[in-house]
């Protein structure tokens, strides 16, 4: 029997998005969230993996970068003028 009330607050988009998918399937958006918190309980955790996400490898290279110029201190750019020359110089 159920007899507990929860209130979410999602974004409109969101929850209209989600309730097109799940009606697809015959399933309530009241359906999907007790089966959600089924699967806590019996996993005993959060039925899937958290993780964060990866960055780029561009972004990585970026920051790899800015650690190697920030470590040689004669390796960085003497003038805004010379950083803006490298900036806009072809590769």
Known sequence: ???ATLTLRVQPELKSSVEEI???FGI???EAITMYLNMI???RGI???IEQSRLS???LEAVREGYALSANPNGGYSTMESLKAALL???
Do not use: G, I, N, V
């Open 1 to 3: 029997m159920k007899t």
């Open 22 to 24: 799940l009606s697809s």
């Open 28 to 30: 309530t958006l009241s």
């Open 41 to 43: 309980r019996q996993t």
């Open 47 to 49: 039925p899937f993996r």
């Open 57 to 59: 490898e561009h972004t």
């Open 89 to 91: 110089a072809d590769d």
